[in-house]
């Protein structure tokens, strides 16, 4: 029988397993595979900021429920082809899973910059949308890592994209003033293409498991209920995150902050989120990554709780109480994006890796989706006060979940 080659890299070879300092070769995978998502991710935020307003400008543009569903076409699409593409990358290998998933991604991004009509826009936002990528990338940077260091790589990942959100904020009004919305997305559509050089001559080879490793069921998946676990959490993670942001930027207004001044908190807050994770590596090394995991879920939930405090309470909000709360947030989420696809990587069989990061970004998809639709209806039923108490609720029913996970050692 052919040997198989599942080591995780050539760097990696005649390395102390044990070890929690990365490799040249780690550091390189990581570093090109942490590039790609902030170039696609970058293009994606750049969006955010302007989509609502300008895609008014377009034939078709006065109903809000349109431009709505404009907008959340791309996490839909993204949704529906996450897993599949994932599978796809176990079968057939990462790297030309990756290179097409990012062709279509461009050709949606360019398909937007040329449409002259909201639905232009919206055929341009739900091919984006199939480019789904990110359990692919995210299962090669598992194979070209050990588990005594994913965690510090799926961290580099976080943070670029992180980092790539706050540098939109301040971005995407200086280029929608000059290229507008159009060139926005012609920009998405070159760094789309930047990302397939870097996977073409920057990322190591993958390990040659792919045509040889014996195939794995995706049943197989359903029975674990760890990666159950951690699906729902990142389901919750990001439906909480939407739906705050249904309401973080009017009261961050009510501080007496611009909407053009609001990146003075959130690249502030991003930033020195960063420092935190050097307690969580700490936490990895120790063999301390469940209690690391549940420590973020409960930052959160107190972020929740302290931004519904601040609701209900009737009193204009300081700029002070929400630069920390935001700060805290940010330390939580930074490390739930983080330890949780480590978990996901290093829980489900190799053969499956993919599918387990499919089903995982599939259900991260979903989150965003149904943040943004619930948190909106039910802010305006409930209030502002009743969106947190919603949230509060969400992310306390995530840690009782969670807590049963079992604990998982350093490698």
């Known amino acids: 029988m052919k040997k198989i080659n599942t080591s995780p890299s050539a760097g990696t070879q005649g390395t102390d397993k044990s070890s929690s300092t990365m490799t040249s070769q780690e550091r390189r995978s990581s570093g090109a595979l942490a590039l790609i998502f902030a170039l696609r991710m970058l293009g994606l935020f750049l969006v955010l900021p302007v989509f609502m307003l300008e895609a008014r400008k377009y034939p078709g543009g006065d109903d809000p429920a349109m431009i709505g569903l404009a907008m959340g076409l791309y996490g839909l699409t993204q949704a529906l082809f996450q897993l599949p593409i994932g599978l796809a990358s176990d079968r057939i290998g990462r790297k030309r899973v990756i290179v097409a998933g990012l062709l279509v991604f461009a050709a949606g991004s360019l398909i937007a910059a040329m449409a002259d009509s909201l639905t232009g826009l919206m055929a341009g936002r739900a091919i984006q949308g199939a480019g789904a990528v990110s359990a692919a990338v995210t299962a090669l940077l598992a194979d070209l890592t050990r588990d005594g260091v994913r965690t510090k790589a799926m961290a580099m990942v976080g943070g670029s994209i992180g980092l790539m959100f706050a540098l939109a904020l301040v971005l ?5 003033a000059w290229i507008g919305l159009s ?29 040889d490793a014996p195939k794995g069921k995706f049943s197989e998946l359903l029975g674990q209920s760890d990666l159950l676990r951690l699906n729902f959490g990142v389901f919750i993670l990001h439906t909480v995150q939407m739906s705050m942001w249904v309401a973080v930027p009017a009261m961050l207004v009510q501080a007496g902050l611009a909407k053009e001044q609001h990146w003075h908190i959130y690249l502030p807050a991003v930033l020195l989120s960063f420092l935190a994770m050097g307690l969580l ?21 107190v972020v929740q709780i302290g931004l519904g405090m601040l609701a209900a309470s009737g009193t204009i909000p300081t700029v002070w109480c929400m630069a920390l709360l935001m700060f805290l947030f940010f330390c939580g989420f930074n490390a739930l994006e983080a330890t949780q696809p480590s978990l996901v990587s290093r829980m489900a069989p190799a053969p499956l890796r993919g599918a387990a990061l499919g089903a995982y970004n599939t259900l991260q998809s979903l989150g965003l989706f149904a943040g943004g639709a619930f948190g909106g209806a039910v802010a305006k039923f409930a209030g502002v006060p009743g969106l947190f108490i919603m949230t509060a609720v969400l992310v306390a029913l995530w840690l009782v979940v969670t807590w049963p996970l079992r604990p998982v050692g350093r490698h």
Request: proline residues 7%; charged residues 15%; contains cysteine.
């Open 281 to 301: 590596f700490s936490m990895e090394r120790k063999g301390k990554l469940r209690k690391a995991l549940l420590g973020a879920i409960g930052l959160v939930l």
């Open 183 to 211: 060139g926005i997305f012609g920009l998405t559509c070159a760094l789309a293409l930047a990302g397939i050089a870097v996977v073409l001559w920057v990322v190591p080879p993958e390990p040659r498991q792919h045509a």
């Open 172 to 176: 995407a009004p200086l280029l929608n």
